[in-house]
């Protein structure tokens, strides 16, 4: 299943090496952080098709978001910046998720149901 951007690229967005990486399940991690101390933990497993984010600060974990019915992780240059674009789908539902590192790390989140 090919659903994440090479390790290359994702390497070039966050401008940090992997933090961790398992071949075997296809898992690999990256940490970093802004200037306003705000940390990200962005974690993708091609195998079992799903992702984690972690925000810190200094006073500890903020959020964490994750989904296991992960479809596609792509990067996207648009007017507003780099970001990941991370959708994760469902039945009847679509969740999609932005990641932007630069110039300081920001994250949106949508989640669609259809009745």
């Keep these: 299943m090919d659903i994440l951007p ?3 690229e ?6 940090v090496e992997p933090a961790e990486r398992r071949e075997a399940d296809g898992f690999i991690s990256y940490t ?6 705000v940390e990200v933990t962005a974690s993708f497993s091609e195998t079992e098709g799903s992702f984690q984010f972690r925000l810190d600060l200094a006073s500890g974990t903020v959020v964490v978001i994750s989904s296991e ?13 780099e970001y ?27 989640l669609l149901r259809a009745s």
């Design 69 to 81: 019915q992960l479809s596609s992780v792509r990067i996207v240059r648009d007017k507003t910046g």
């Design 32 to 37: 970093t952080s802004d200037l306003r101390g």
């Design 84 to 110: 990941l674009e991370i959708i994760a789908s469902a039945p009847n539902t679509r969740m999609e998720s932005r990641l932007w590192v630069k110039p300081a790390i920001r994250f949106t989140q949508s």
């Design 6 to 8: 090479n390790e290359y």
């Design 10 to 15: 994702l390497t070039a967005f966050f401008e």
